[in-house]
Nanobody, 115 residues
Framework: VQLVESGGGLVKPGGSLRLSCTTSGFTFSSYVMRWYRQAPGKERELVAAIASAGGSTNYADSMKGRFFISRDNAKNTVYLQMNSLKPEDTAVYYC?????????WGQGTQVTVSS
């Protein structure tokens, strides 16, 4: 099983980034996919989630209207479009797959929002 995040980097406040999480080794279309983040000295927190078929999404309150999660089941990939980024969005962003019996994590990708 592999979950590989990409797309992180350094961006100025107000900018945008699109994270990708490309997966393999499990039945992607059967799993709810989530993005989490962890800032230095803080607990890991849920950013967004998307149902296995992609029809239902939910977001942490602080991300609503700025972040958008999507998935492509044909490509076994989940995305996180992040707009209007703020310095407080700086964190390592992790991809998570949760099924009926198993849960998998990616290694994370660093997002730094700074001028």
């Amino acid at each position: 099983v592999q979950l590989v995040e990409s797309g992180g980097g350094l961006v100025k406040p107000g900018g945008s980034l699109r994270l990708s999480c490309t997966t393999s080794g499990f039945t992607f279309s059967s799993y709810v996919m989530r993005w989490y983040r962890q800032a230095p000295g803080k607990e890991r927190e849920l950013v967004a989630a998307i149902a296995s078929a992609g029809g239902s999404t939910n977001y942490a309150d602080s991300m609503k209207g700025r972040f958008f999660i999507s998935r492509d089941n044909a490509k076994n990939t989940v995305y996180l479009q992040m707009n209007s980024l703020k310095p407080e969005d700086t964190a390592v962003y992790y991809c998570n797959a949760r099924g009926a019996w198993y849960e998998y994590w990616g290694q994370g990708t660093q997002v730094t929002v700074s001028s």
